[in-house]
Structure formats: C-alpha cells, structure tokens
C-alpha cells in the first residue's frame, strides 16, 4: 500500500455555468501525509473537495482517493473516506452515541466492531462523559469534536476535513489543531484539510495555495517560506546611525529604521545573527529574527493579502460565509 | 494506545458491509431516527391533535343537526374516518418536509456522503414519517367509541393500516416537495397547497354521491380518494344502516360505470405512493 497517492488529481475542472470554480488542478497527496488546501473563501477549496468526497461531479479531468475513482467508484471511495464538512452536520436532537450510532449503521459496521469503535472515539474526543447527552447542549468545540470523532468511526483511510475551525473561538481553535496533530501522531491516516487561516497552515507537511480556482504553488511550509525569501532581522543598538552604516560597509545589506528597531532582510536569519554580533562592533540590545509567514507567501504568490482577496468577493462572500456557519 | 490497533484491524476493506442487509440496516437507522426525534415533539404532536378534534366535534356536531342522514347514522360516525385521514395527512406531509430541516442543519449531507443508496435513506424517511403520522392517530382513533364507531380490534387494525398507506403517500409526498423546494418558509405554503385540495378532494368531508361531474372527476383522479374511501367502507361495514343511508354516504367508487373493488383501491394507493417514493429518489440528485 505504501508509495500510493492517497489523493491523486489530474486537470479536475468544476464549471457551474459559466462559473469556472475550479479551473484543472493537479495534485497528489501521499499516504499518512497531512495536506493543507490553503485560499481565502471562495477559492474553490469546498468545490474541489467536495469532488474528492464524491458528493459533487467533475467537470473535466479525473482524481482517485484511496486508490479509487471518485466518479465511477463512488461507494468505493465512501467506504474509506471520512468527512467533516465545514457547516456542522450532527443531529442536536439525538445523543453523541445516537450521532455515532446512526453513522455507524450507515456504513454498515459490524455490530461489536460498532459497540468498540464508539467507546474509543468517545474516549479519543474527550465525551465519553458526555455520551448519553443531546448534542444540544453541547458547546461549539464539542459539537466539532464529535464531528471529528465520527468521521474516523469507520476507521478511513483518509479524513477530510473542510475548515474544521471556521466559527470557533480562537482558544477552541488552538485546542481542535492539538487535537489533529495528537490523532495523526497516532494513527494512520491521510489528513486532507482546508483552512483560510494562514496560522493553521502551518499544522500541515505540505500546502497548496489556492486562488481563484487554481493551485499557485505546492510545497513544504518551510520551503514556500524559503521561496519568499529574506527573514527580517530587527536590533535595537546603542547607536542606530552606526548600526545602519556598518550593515551597509561590513555586510552589503541596506538596513532601514522601522518601529524604533534597526531592521534588514536577510536569508537565513537565524544563522545571520551570530555573524552579526560578532561583527557589527556594537552593543546589541536586543534582536528579533521573523521568518516571513504564510500570509507574506499568498501575498508573494497571489499580490494580495487573503483578508484583500476576501474584501474583494465583497457582501457575497460574507454572506457565504454566514450561511455556511448557521 | 490500542486505539491505533483497532483502527488498522478495522480498515474499511474488512469493516465495511454492501449489498441489500446494509442498505436495510441504513433504511432502519433513519427510520430510527425519525422514532428518537418523534418523542422530542410533544407538543407539536398535541397541537397536531387540535385540529381534527375540532372538525370532528364542532364542525361534526354542528352539521349533525342541518345534513339529512335519513336516521340512525351520525354524522359525526360518518366523519369520523374523514377526520383520521385528515389528521394522519397534515402530520405526513410535515413529517416528509423536514427533509428540508435536515438539509438546513447539514444532517442531510451526513446522510448522503454514507456508502448507501439514495433509495435506502429516503425510503427510511418515509417509512419513519409515515409511522410517527400514524402513531399520532392513535389518541384520535381511541375516540371511536364516542361517535359511534364500534371498537372492534379487526376494524381498528384495518383503519391503521389503511392510515399507514396514506401516511406513506402523504410523507413521499413531503419528501418530493423538499428535494426541490430548499427553504422552510416555502416549502411549508408549497405543503399545504397540494394537501388542502387532496384533503377535500378525497370526500373526507363531505359523501361522494351526487356530484356534479366535474367534482367527481377531480375526487377520483386524486390518489388519496383510494385511501379515504376504504377506510369509511370498512367503519360501515361494522353498522347497521338502512340501505338508503349506506347508498348516499358510503357510494361505491366507479370508473366508468365499472364498481372498483375495495381492494384494488387499495392497491391504486399503493401504486401511487410507490411512484411518489421514486419520483422523490430520482428528484434527489446526487450532487445535492
């Protein structure tokens, strides 16, 4: 099984109308990785997934997740596919154990093996308390966490998670990503997400951007933020005026004042600064190395911001985005 | 853990069931479902209740006095039948547009990204709708005694049945309506401008000998007639009535001059329920 593409995608084109949302991608996701679909709302991220989760046809081009086609194999993928979509889709009128029971039964598990998996996934997602409670009452954190429990329920190969934090708060965010990095520390699994939140990229082994229905690049995190280039490095000297002068004479680096803090770009950064204080002559105060983030690479790659992007699909786009959280 | 062991072990090619026992098991849990949810709504299934209780007790008793049934028929024992039908209709048919609930809420989707047919999961719907309509009945049907409609278990039981058919035909029809009508505020008026024709069209209300013509045609091209009419037939067959009083109020259904066996008008409700199902699998396209 080893050295198979979990997901593998060649020219996939999605077309409503006129509407191209999805304009032939090509993408391959190797098993037991975790792959993060990067773009701000709107991108064709949901489109495209969704024809990864066999719910929405292809218009052009082709893709097989775990090793079958998800236009001719449907039942097939289903069967090692689990799938948390982004609006919530339990029932709040059953119990935790009901939601998990009902899916259970849908993927035709053998009854024990059924009775195991739920006490596990409960355990997993921390509810086993909260089994017999209706998921009304529960919080928003919980009610995803269920969610995620119940997509791994029938053990997939490959779990898809569509914006699995869209909505929440920035604490029950923090805690769902350690959560997903637990479970893909401990299982073998394909982890498939999207997200519009630069931060939560980073969570992944690879990334594609995408923008306007196209994959701009593809890479490692690291490597993408090797692309954009230059880390700033920002010192704060006991002379700012020297500082600048000397970077310029004894390093080729033109440095500039911004925030109070003598600041220059400069690949590698962190291995600059040892340099630097051997170097510079001068008393060093203080020393701050950023590496450029994910944003500083959509906006390399795309020209704007996702916030820009976002503003740009104006009023259309946040209704969207509302609807999808009701 | 041992948790990652299991998983390994419970790898989808071993776990996974096919074939026509899963898509049952599927049709079962949504059934369900339908049962769990069904003890949530009290109330709704009181309030349901209001209505037929007035149409039988003051419509009943104030028409009692005006309509002619020609002595030792109440009308309200006619009714009665009308009524249990009408209940069963509304509760159906609201039971089958919650359909649109479960898309608004996502659970639709959860339900149609499984490994199961289309087929499996609204047949559960309507197998679900249908019962909890008919359950609703119940308070309703234990009131025969009280308009004159004799408890014999054999009646009782052939009134259920039947109601179980209109159910089914009234919750595939709810169905039919949410796989193209996506919002609450709409498919709820779409809803009630099908039934409420149905409903009167199906003499429920009022004894089908006599119309004119084209009255009589609508009533019989309406697949709910084929439920209605049974179940009055089977209440009058526990009375006894001079003939006249059967012929006006329990007329035989004739398609052109033929006397439709009680039978196969049970059997024309069948079959349209039958194709009410599958028009409402086939309308939900899967990319839904």
Same mark, same amino acid.
């Given at each position: 099984?080893?050295?198979?593409?979990?997901?593998?995608?060649?020219?996939?084109?999605?077309?409503?109308?006129?509407?191209?949302?999805?304009?032939?991608?090509?993408?391959?996701?190797?098993?037991?990785?975790?792959?993060?679909?990067?773009?701000?709302?709107? #991108?064709?991220?949901? *489109?495209?997934?969704?024809? &990864?989760?066999?719910?929405?046809?292809?218009?052009?081009?082709?893709?097989?997740?775990?090793?079958?086609? +998800?236009?001719?194999?449907?039942?097939?993928?289903?069967?090692?596919?689990?799938?948390?979509?982004?609006?919530?889709?339990?029932? !709040?009128?059953? !119990?935790?154990?009901?939601?998990?029971?009902?899916?259970?039964?849908?993927?035709?598990?053998?009854?024990?093996?059924? #009775?195991?998996?739920?006490?596990?996934?409960?355990?997993?997602?921390?509810?086993?308390?909260?089994?017999?409670?209706?998921?009304?009452?529960?919080?928003?954190?919980?009610?995803?966490? &269920?969610?995620?429990?119940?997509?791994?329920?029938?053990?997939?190969?490959?779990?898809?998670?569509?914006?699995?934090?869209?909505?929440?708060?920035? %604490?029950?965010?923090?805690?769902? @990503? !350690?959560?997903?990095?637990?479970?893909?520390?401990?299982?073998?699994?394909?982890?498939?997400?999207?997200?519009?939140?630069?931060?939560?990229?980073?969570?992944?082994?690879?990334?594609?951007?995408?923008?306007?229905?196209?994959?701009?690049?593809?890479?490692?995190?690291?490597?993408?933020?090797?692309?954009?280039?230059?880390?700033?490095?920002?010192?704060? *000297?006991?002379?700012?005026?020297?500082?600048?002068?000397? $970077?310029?004479?004894?390093?080729?680096?033109?440095?500039?004042?911004?925030?109070?803090? +003598?600041?220059?770009?400069?690949?590698?950064?962190?291995?600059?600064?040892?340099?630097?204080?051997?170097?510079?002559?001068? #008393?060093?105060?203080?020393?701050?190395?950023?590496?450029?983030?994910?944003?500083?690479?959509?906006?390399?790659?795309?020209?704007?911001?996702?916030?820009?992007?976002? %503003?740009?699909?104006?009023?259309?786009?946040?209704?969207?985005?509302?609807?999808?959280?009701? | 853990?041992?948790?990652?062991?299991?998983?390994?072990?419970?790898?989808?090619?071993?776990?996974?069931?096919?074939?026509?026992?899963?898509?049952?098991?599927?049709?079962?849990?949504?059934?369900?479902?339908?049962?769990?949810?069904?003890?949530?709504?009290?109330?709704?299934?009181?309030?349901?209740?209001?209505?037929?209780?007035?149409?039988? =007790?003051?419509?009943?008793?104030? $028409?009692?006095?005006?309509?002619?049934?020609?002595?030792?028929?109440?009308?309200?024992?006619?009714?009665?039948?009308? +009524?249990?039908?009408?209940?069963? $209709?509304?509760?159906?048919?609201?039971?089958?547009?919650?359909?649109?609930?479960?898309?608004?809420?996502?659970?639709?989707?959860?339900?149609?990204? #499984?490994?199961?047919?289309?087929?499996?999961?609204?047949?559960?719907?309507?197998?679900?709708?249908?019962?909890?309509?008919?359950?609703?009945?119940?308070?309703?049907?234990?009131?025969?005694?009280?308009?004159?409609?004799?408890?014999?278990?054999?009646?009782?039981?052939?009134?259920?049945?039947?109601?179980?058919?209109?159910?089914?035909?009234?919750?595939?029809?709810?169905?039919?309506?949410?796989?193209?009508?996506?919002?609450?505020?709409?498919?709820?008026?779409?809803?009630?401008?099908?039934?409420?024709?149905?409903?009167?069209?199906?003499?429920?209300?009022?004894?089908?000998?006599?119309?004119?013509? @084209?009255?009589?045609?609508?009533?019989?091209?309406?697949?709910?007639?084929?439920? +209605?009419?049974?179940?009055?037939?089977?209440?009058?067959?526990?009375?006894?009535?001079?003939?006249?009083?059967?012929?006006? =109020?329990?007329?035989?259904?004739?398609?052109?001059? @033929?006397?439709?066996?009680?039978?196969?008008?049970?059997?024309?409700?069948?079959?349209?329920?039958?194709?009410?199902?599958?028009?409402?699998?086939?309308?939900?396209?899967?990319?839904?």
């Amino acid at each position: 099984m080893t050295g198979r593409h979990a997901v593998h995608v060649r020219g996939l084109e999605k077309a409503y109308g006129d509407v191209r949302a999805v304009k032939g991608i090509d993408l391959d996701v190797a098993e037991g990785e975790m792959f993060g679909f990067l773009g701000p709302n709107g #991108a064709g991220k949901t *489109t495209a997934i969704k024809i &990864l989760c066999t719910i929405a046809d292809a218009t052009a081009g082709s893709a097989t997740v775990a090793g079958h086609d +998800v236009q001719t194999q449907r039942a097939d993928v289903r069967r090692r596919i689990g799938v948390v979509f982004q609006e919530p889709t339990v029932d !709040t009128y059953l !119990t935790a154990e009901q939601n998990l029971r009902f899916h259970g039964e849908l993927y035709g598990m053998p009854r024990r093996l059924l #009775a195991e998996r739920i006490d596990e996934v409960l355990e997993m997602v921390g509810l086993a308390d909260r089994r017999h409670t209706e998921v009304l009452k529960f919080s928003g954190g919980m009610k995803r966490r &269920l969610e995620i429990g119940r997509g791994l329920l029938h053990a997939p190969e490959v779990l898809f998670l569509d914006e699995p934090t869209i909505g929440l708060d920035p %604490q029950t965010r923090a805690s769902i @990503w !350690t959560y997903i990095a637990e479970l893909r520390r401990r299982q073998d699994i394909t982890i498939f997400v999207t997200t519009h939140y630069m931060d939560e990229a980073e969570h992944c082994d690879r990334i594609a951007i995408m923008n306007d229905g196209e994959i701009v690049v593809a890479d490692t995190p690291e490597a993408l933020k090797n692309r954009v280039g230059a880390d700033r490095v920002s010192i704060r *000297t006991s002379d700012d005026a020297v500082a600048i002068e000397r $970077l310029r004479e004894r390093f080729g680096l033109d440095a500039a004042v911004h925030d109070g803090m +003598v600041t220059v770009k400069v690949p590698g950064g962190a291995q600059f600064v040892p340099r630097l204080f051997a170097e510079l002559g001068l #008393a060093i105060e203080t020393v701050t190395v950023t590496r450029p983030s994910l944003d500083d690479v959509f906006m390399a790659y795309t020209g704007r911001t996702i916030a820009d992007t976002e %503003q740009a699909g104006g009023a259309s786009a946040m209704l969207r985005a509302m609807a999808a959280r009701r | 853990m041992n948790a990652i062991q299991t998983l390994r072990d419970a790898r989808p090619d071993r776990v996974v069931a096919g074939g026509l026992g899963h898509e049952l098991r599927a049709t079962a849990m949504v059934w369900r479902r339908e049962m769990i949810r069904f003890r949530h709504d009290r109330t709704r299934m009181v309030a349901m209740l209001l209505q037929p209780l007035l149409f039988l =007790f003051v419509m009943g008793t104030g $028409l009692a006095g005006v309509v002619d049934t020609g002595g030792g028929l109440d009308f309200r024992t006619f009714l009665f039948p009308g +009524v249990l039908a009408m209940s069963v $209709l509304f509760s159906a048919a609201f039971a089958g547009i919650s359909l649109v609930w479960d898309r608004e809420f996502g659970f639709l989707r959860e339900m149609l990204v #499984a490994p199961v047919s289309k087929s499996a999961i609204i047949l559960g719907k309507c197998l679900g709708g249908a019962t909890t309509a008919t359950l609703q009945t119940l308070v309703l049907l234990a009131l025969a005694g009280v308009v004159g409609v004799p408890y014999d278990p054999l009646l009782l039981l052939t009134l259920l049945a039947l109601l179980f058919v209109g159910a089914l035909m009234l919750t595939a029809l709810g169905v039919l309506i949410s796989a193209r009508i996506k919002q609450m505020q709409a498919a709820m008026p779409a809803t009630q401008l099908i039934i409420t024709p149905m409903m009167f069209l199906s003499g429920a209300l009022f004894p089908m000998a006599g119309l004119p013509d @084209w009255l009589a045609v609508l009533t019989k091209i309406n697949p709910l007639t084929y439920v +209605v009419q049974p179940m009055r037939s089977a209440v009058f067959a526990h009375l006894e009535l001079p003939p006249a009083a059967r012929a006006a =109020f329990d007329p035989a259904i004739t398609w052109g001059g @033929w006397v439709v066996p009680g039978g196969v008008q049970v059997l024309v409700a069948l079959a349209c329920t039958g194709l009410i199902v599958a028009a409402g699998v086939a309308l939900f396209n899967r990319t839904d």
